[in-house]
């Protein structure tokens, strides 16, 4: 069985000429950017994603498609707009509809008469050979050393920017004068974005935590603690979330995202012989026992575990969040209903989509954040009479 | 004779998802282990409702139907139930989350004590025909190796014969009955039918009557000749797939893109209707593979799209003026008529990798 079912690799574009692009997905543009700079070749950014984005992705799409590929699709028109013309993409096939979605952009981009050279690498066997034939496809470099560079500084600025994040998250809801962290984060986000020579990017992650440390927080303030679960390109993308961590926080609530980009890529291009700590999966699938046997692709499997792991380890709610119609979702979605009522965790579901009102996911947002900071506060009560 | 007293006797199939390509097998395979087999009720809007009550409101109308069907069993006392995860068909040939999770699904949302019969089956793990059948009897405390062999065995019989006299043009019900009955009968004289169309459509949703709104009956009552699934074999669907420089990517491909495939490049039918669930993932990308094929080809096609709100009068209305669009066109065209040629039959041997692929 051939892997490179759907990339058919296009030779006519001169590698000199060759403008790459990729679709945006969170903070994956940094170590994009540090990969492809690091093997000499031009690139251009798609805009970030914005409602007008979401218009073109939703014009040339199909009805029922789930709102990532929208997003995907209004990317690749924007970044070939711009003047790319070769697009990158990673793929997992037999997962859900995701394993379609450059099969289905190709026939879309090929319509509007758009000329291209798509390069998919499947995410699924042999994943860092796949991977590494891809970019040596697009820049032809055949220096090990430029190889090593840009998969050093592309995953050391990863780490670097997850940590800010999860620093963020803590720091946020704690923080004395309000707005300090979200400052930091971003004047982090620049210096990370700036970086590029190899030993300064293997620094980057102990210099954000020794930055962030300075920020004064107030420990004493009772901060209820949430997981974010769902799917994955929602997770990371803060636009389609309706950058739902900044609400939670702002509200006085630390989110604990499960899912980084860091912590997949580790995981997913590591050899299992390097990876020796519990993956983030593994856990999830022995958490996730009582309520499921097998693996249904995509993140459902994840947003289980996660949740009953939530609930042993004093956790005090779940906010989960997919796209509308995701179907491993969907699935998660009716197991959560159960998982709550027996692990006793309050769980919050978002169905989100281009048709989706920020008010009104706000107040439900609040409402959740009111009843599980009452719950908290009940149950430290409960605790300190216990005591007395 | 300890193990003979353990064994579970009776076990209940609902009538959803699974049971519409692979009862047949399922019939064979469970009637040669001894086991009796309790049917749940045909759909009713009565079934739906139970089932819609169970899940959350994003749940796709196949699986709330598959909900109450269950429920329906356990109403009926039957307190074993058959619920299959068929993973995957081929080597990353993925079925959609929502089936790949039935069981799942079943456990967690239905708070009643039952047992639960779930084999797997995942060809992308290597997990076969094979594993599931013993699967199925090891959870049904059978231990009998030939006995489960010879199970299979009859369970393909059934299967095969079932195949045939559904190809041979006989309608779904008919070709049911008799297989299980085990009666033979092939249909001779095929009428020739002004008008044909072929319906891309999961089994379980074009069969179900209720689901489906009858609309099979409701063609061959304006004299249309109706395509389906089961008139075309595996290896055709899957050639033409390729046929149109596409790939396989769900299992349930061959019963859509598959068909439609067929009898687009063939030309024997005059228009391609494709009913699908609303929300289905899988189905909104093999339809619209479609249309972009039947486009460029100029076949008009209709895609209706069905959940447990779907009103009678706009699906006719809508069905009418498709048939009423594809007579005129025909007339208009010269009317040329297609004439209908008779199904070739494929050596058995090909037919065996049939099942579950399907």
């Known amino acids: 069985m051939s892997n490179n079912q759907y990339s058919q690799r296009d030779n006519s574009i001169r590698t000199k000429d060759r403008i790459i692009a990729w679709p945006r997905m969170g903070n994956i543009d940094l170590s994009m950017k540090a990969l492809v700079m690091g093997l000499d070749a031009k690139f251009i950014l798609p805009p970030k994603n914005t409602n007008e984005a979401l218009e073109i992705g939703v014009k040339n799409s199909i009805e029922d498609i789930c709102l990532p590929y929208k997003l995907n699709l209004a990317n690749y028109i924007m970044a070939l707009e711009k003047g790319a013309n070769t697009l990158m993409m990673f793929q997992a096939p037999g997962s859900c509809r995701f394993g379609n979605y450059t099969k289905m952009a190709q026939k879309t981009l090929n319509k509007l008469g758009y000329k291209y050279d798509m390069c998919v690498f499947d995410m699924y066997q042999s994943k860092m050979k796949q991977t590494l034939e891809a970019f040596w496809h697009v820049t032809r470099c055949l220096n090990p050393y430029k190889y090593y560079k840009g998969f050093s500084t592309g995953f050391n600025k990863a780490f670097a920017i997850d940590t800010a994040e999860r620093l963020l998250f803590y720091i946020r809801p704690r923080e004395i004068h309000k707005g300090e962290a979200e400052k930091c984060y971003k004047k982090w986000y620049k210096i990370i974005d700036e970086t590029t020579s190899v030993r300064e990017c293997k620094k980057l992650k102990k210099r954000v935590i020794e930055d962030f440390n300075k920020i004064q927080i107030d420990k004493d303030r009772i901060v209820p603690k949430v997981f974010l679960l769902g799917e994955f390109f929602v997770l990371l993308d803060p636009y389609t979330n309706q950058e739902i961590e900044k609400t939670l926080g702002d509200l006085g609530i630390e989110v604990q995202r499960q899912i980084f980009f860091s912590d997949w890529l580790e995981h997913v291009l590591k050899p299992s012989l390097f990876y020796k700590k519990e993956s983030h999966r593994e856990r999830a699938v022995r958490y996730a026992e009582k309520y499921m046997k097998r693996a249904i692709g995509g993140e459902c499997i994840e947003t289980v575990g996660d949740t009953v792991y939530a609930a042993r380890h004093g956790i005090d709610g779940i906010v989960h969040i997919m796209p509308f119609s995701c179907m491993p979702e969907i699935v998660s979605q009716n197991i959560l209903s159960k998982v709550s009522k027996e692990e006793d965790i309050p769980v919050l579901t978002l169905v989100l989509d281009e048709q989706t009102g920020k008010a009104g996911n706000i107040t439900r947002i609040e409402a959740f954040a009111d009843l599980i900071r009452r719950r908290k506060i009940k149950r430290s009560k409960k605790c300190n009479q216990e005591i007395k | ?358």
């Open chain 2, 1 to 358: 004779m300890n193990m003979i007293k353990d064994r579970i006797n009776k076990i209940g199939i609902p009538r959803a998802i699974s049971y519409y390509n692979n009862y047949p097998f399922y019939f064979g395979f469970f009637k040669k282990l001894g086991v009796d087999i309790v049917l749940s009720d045909k759909t009713t809007s009565d079934i739906i409702n139970k089932g819609s009550h169970y899940v959350v409101s994003d749940t796709c109308l196949p699986v709330k139907v598959f909900v109450g069907h269950v429920i329906n069993l356990l109403e009926k006392g039957c307190d074993t139930i058959f619920v299959p995860s068929i993973q995957s068909t081929g080597y990353k040939i993925n079925n959609c989350s929502k089936v790949r999770g039935l069981p799942e699904i079943i456990r967690n949302v239905i708070d009643k004590p039952f047992k639960m019969i779930e084999p797997t089956l995942d060809k992308t793990e290597n997990i076969g025909l094979r594993d599931f059948c013993f699967d199925t009897a090891s959870q049904l405390n059978i231990n009998d190796i030939s006995l489960v062999e010879d199970a299979m065995k009859e369970g393909w019989r059934v299967y095969d014969n079932f195949i045939m006299m559904a190809k041979s043009g006989l309608s779904y019900e008919k070709a049911l009955h008799n297989a299980i009955n085990d009666k033979f009968e092939i249909k001779q004289i095929e009428l020739v039918k002004p008008l044909s169309v072929v319906i891309m459509a999961h089994g379980y949703n074009l069969f179900d009557e209720r689901i489906s709104l009858y609309l099979i009956k409701k063609l061959e009552k304006m004299n249309v000749k109706v395509y389906t699934s089961l008139n075309v074999s595996v290896e055709d669907a899957r050639n033409s797939i390729n046929a149109l420089g596409e790939v396989q990517y769900w299992a349930n491909e061959l019963d859509l893109t598959g068909t439609a495939a067929y009898y687009l490049l063939n030309k024997k039918v005059d228009g391609i209707i494709a009913m699908s669930a609303f929300g289905c993932g899988p189905d909104s990308l093999m339809a619209e593979e479609i249309a972009f094929h039947a486009k460029k080809d100029g076949m008009p096609m209709l895609h209706l799209n069905i959940d447990e709100h779907t009103g009678e009068a706009g699906f006719v209305t809508r069905l009418e003026a498709f048939i009423d669009m594809l007579s005129r066109k025909k007339r208009k065209l010269g009317g040329k008529r297609n004439i209908v040629k008779p199904v070739e039959y494929k050596s058995k041997e090909t037919e065996k990798e049939a099942i579950f692929t399907k």
